[in-house]
Nanobody, 121 residues
Framework: ELVESGGGLVQAGGSLRLCCTA?????????MKWFRQAPGKEREFVAA??????YFYGDFQGRFDISRDIAKNMVYLQMDNVKPEDSAVYYC??????????????????WGQGTQVIVSA
């Protein structure tokens, strides 16, 4: 099970750290991903950290950073210099398949329930 936390209301230009806590198994062998979905829009790839240590990001001008703590079985998404267009529900996902599909929202084995981020102007 994946449970996200850390969402909330933040002013534009501020920072937020989202957390994804895994239970029922270790994240060590999974590629861990973050996606987001705004109302009326498709789910969008944000960032991923592969089980081999590689980092993958969407086009966010270096404002986001993904990391994981295997000992705590947690994944983080550090969001800096946030913008109103970053407002969305952010989802954590775990994926054990081929790395070439890591950006694909259809290739997630386990999803969290999401955490809402609202960025005010």
């Amino acid at each position: 099970e994946l449970v996200e936390s850390g969402g909330g209301l933040v002013q534009a230009g501020g920072s937020l750290r989202l957390c994804c806590t895994a239970s029922g198994g270790s994240i060590e062998s999974y590629h861990m991903k973050w996606f987001r979905q705004a109302p009326g829009k498709e789910r969008e790839f944000v960032a991923a950290h592969s089980s081999l240590g590689g980092y993958f990001y969407g086009d966010f001008q270096g404002r986001f950073d993904i990391s994981r703590d295997i000992a705590k079985n947690m994944v983080y998404l550090q969001m800096d210099n946030v913008k109103p267009e970053d407002s969305a529900v952010y989802y954590c996902g775990a994926y054990a398949g081929p790395i070439r599909k890591i950006r694909d929202p259809g290739t997630v084995d386990y999803w969290g329930q999401g955490t809402q981020v609202i960025v005010s102007a």
